[in-house]
């Protein structure tokens, strides 16, 4: 059991959380109103994987754990919330092996083209997001990424 505290990560996600809603109430078109909407639902998640790891710990503290299966779940908890990654647009994953790609979970594309020239790979590329297209919710997600350690992904998926 790792000594991280999660009870207050748990506290910065939720005060986060209404910091986003209550800002949510200022958005004037759709794509920010999508984005606080995604935020939220990425916040909620982290928020359940804490309770998660405190309802784990809270059981291994009890010392119910002969078989090691609760401290194993545990350590498996913690680091899928370490890597936690919430997407606010767009998700590009890139198989280099098979030549292939996806957007936002798809289905996978062929990157590859040929014609009498040759052979060509063209992947799409990600794209930032600028903070005056993402307006006042940019600082919201600076400060949620240095306070909790979850990254935030605000990106588009742009084709050459």
């Known amino acids: 059991m790792s000594d991280f505290n999660f009870l207050m990560l748990h506290a910065k996600l939720a005060g986060f959380k209404l910091v986003v ?7 004037d078109d759709e794509f920010s ?7 939220l639902a990425g916040l909620d998640a982290a928020i ?11 059981e291994l503290l009890s010392g119910d754990d002969p078989d090691g299966m609760i401290s194993c779940e545990l350590q498996g908890a913690e680091e899928i919330l370490a890597r936690r990654t919430i997407v606010l647009l767009d998700e590009l994953e890139i198989d280099y092996d098979t030549n292939e790609y996806r957007v936002n979970a798809g289905e996978w594309h062929n990157a590859l083209a040929a014609d ?3 052979i060509e790979i063209s992947y799409p590329a990600s794209v930032s997001v600028s903070d005056t297209e ?18 935030i992904s605000i990106a588009r998926v742009v084709y050459d």
């Open 134 to 151: 993402i307006g006042p919710l940019a600082t919201i997600i600076r400060d949620i990424a240095r306070e909790t350690g979850i990254a």
């Open 21 to 27: 809603t209550a800002n949510r109430i200022g958005c």
């Open 116 to 118: 009498c020239d040759g």
């Open 48 to 58: 359940d994987a804490t309770r998660h790891i405190m309802a784990l710990q809270r």
């Open 33 to 39: 109103t999508t984005l606080h909407d995604r935020l």
